[in-house]
Nanobody, 114 residues
């Protein structure tokens, strides 16, 4: 059974940091490209960051470039998103996603507020 379980969300002040984790099971994690998406209230889900299955090629949305870092540990079947210099507009539910089969986690809430 495929599972993606996110954790690490919470409430943080503007300028703060969080690290999200996504533990994968039920498929060969190292063979899949992985993504983080987010969805804010009343908005469409948007792609935040992408990491390839090999050579760790990464790509980011312009809105998070230079502040967020996506990484993976294939030995631990875990995907990460390090988020620094957080802004109120980063508030959303964050989801991990596995490609090409389009597996989704249940999401973790990130709220940036003073």
């Amino acid at each position: 059974q495929v599972q993606l379980v996110e954790s690490g969300g919470g409430l943080v002040q503007p300028g703060g940091s969080l690290r999200l984790s996504c533990v994968a099971s039920g498929f060969t994690f190292s063979s899949y490209a992985m993504r983080w998406y987010r969805q804010a209230p009343g908005k469409e889900r948007e792609l935040v960051a992408h990491i390839s299955s090999v050579v760790d090629f990464t790509n980011y949305a312009d809105s998070v470039k230079g502040r967020f870092t996506i990484s993976r540990d294939n030995a631990k079947n875990t995907l990460y998103l390090q988020m620094n210099s957080l802004k109120p507009e980063d508030t959303a539910v964050y989801y991990c996603n596995a490609q090409p089969r389009n597996y989704w986690g249940q999401g973790t809430q990130v709220t940036v507020s003073s």
